[in-house]
């Protein structure tokens, strides 16, 4: 087995092409967060960040996109705010210790990884505490076939969006949503409005690399992975905003937030419920709220699939002891 590190922009053209190929044989790899596009975008703003090519019986059998953390061990690039991750692979097996352990890191996190990515089942902790539902909008029955199957809180939340919705064009004009602003200024509105509620998102959206990165992806029209800032008016004033990454059929909504003054019109919801019915008609036939436990996602979501974290160890004794510690600590 040998194994290289470079730069996800020195990918020869080659390699982007089995890349893809990669993603279009696995499923569970169709997504943005897995698309060759976003981890050059994310890893031009994350200095550390790279690609092992793994390399088996003179072939190309994986390629793991890494950040090597403080502490030594190798994450997703884009961290937490990566929504899924894992390798990108036919799910051909590989025993990912030696890789691993070449690289020099000292472990390999991944947090989410979509279950059905049979070549990470040997690395993932063990008991049901690292696992967690994602909920989808599914949208292959079109938006009526949608609004037949959800539930019963789903059922009445879009009576009351369109509730809020008459309420909110009384007071302040007519109701429009636009499916994909390429005004900048309505992405700088959406992060002010979220660092006005979160530190944490203040400190991300303030680093110039960040801004950078979102810029481009807000700009990209790659059918690899796009950006698309959707925008809800009341009149001709945004007040809400989401942001999300799309690549085919796939949508990822990645943050959303809206104007606190109109916050007794529900203006996220509405923006949910639009985005959702927009979406039906633009060929999106699943709409992945991510994961996170958030009150909303069952409400929206009338599917779901399972992600389940671990890691590589370099050594089978340091990974039977970390076992060990996870069973003794998280009992199911």
């Not at 302040?172 to 979160?198: I, M, R, Y």
């Not at 810029?215 to 008016?233: H, P, Q």
Request: aromatic share 12%.
């Amino acid at each position: 087995m040998r194994t290289t590190v470079i730069r996800p922009d020195e990918l020869s053209a080659g390699e982007e092409e089995l890349w893809r190929k990669f993603q279009a044989s696995v499923p569970q790899l169709d997504y943005p967060w897995f698309s060759l596009t976003y981890i050059r975008a994310v890893c031009r703003s994350e200095k550390h960040g790279r690609v092992a090519v793994v390399e088996d019986d003179g072939a190309i059998r994986a390629f793991i996109p890494y950040l090597k953390a403080a502490h030594g061990a190798g994450e997703t690039p884009g961290g937490r705010r990566s929504c899924l991750d894992g390798l990108i692979s036919s799910d051909y097996p590989i025993n990912l210790r030696p890789v691993i352990r070449g690289l020099g890191l000292h472990g390999w996190r991944f947090r989410h990884a979509p279950v059905g990515l049979h070549s990470l089942d040997p690395y993932r902790y063990p008991g049901s505490h690292h696992e967690s539902l994602i909920y989808v909008a599914d949208l292959r029955d079109g938006y009526e076939g949608y609004k037949r199957s959800l539930r019963k809180s789903g059922a009445k939340g879009i009576s009351r969006a369109a509730t809020s919705r008459r309420a909110l064009q009384r007071e302040a004009g007519d109701v429009s949503f636009e499916w994909n602003s390429k005004d900048l200024s309505h992405l700088s509105l959406l992060f002010d409005w979220k660092s006005s509620q979160f530190d944490t998102v203040r400190q991300w959206w303030e680093q110039p690399s960040i801004k950078a990165l979102l810029r481009y992806l807000a700009d990209s029209d790659s059918e690899d992975c796009s950006g698309l800032t959707g925008v809800l008016y009341a009149g001709t004033e945004p007040v809400s905003v989401i942001f999300s990454l799309r690549r085919g059929n796939i949508l990822a909504p990645w943050v959303i937030a809206y104007n606190h003054e109109y916050s007794r019109f529900s203006p996220g919801t509405i923006e949910w419920y639009s985005l959702i019915e927009e979406a039906a008609t633009r060929g999106v036939t699943s709409v992945d709220f991510g994961f996170g436990k958030f009150s909303y996602k069952p409400r929206l979501g009338n599917s779901t699939y399972t992600v389940h974290g671990g890691c590589v160890w370099p050594s089978r004794i340091e990974s039977a002891a970390r076992s060990l510690y996870r069973r003794a600590r998280f009992r199911d």
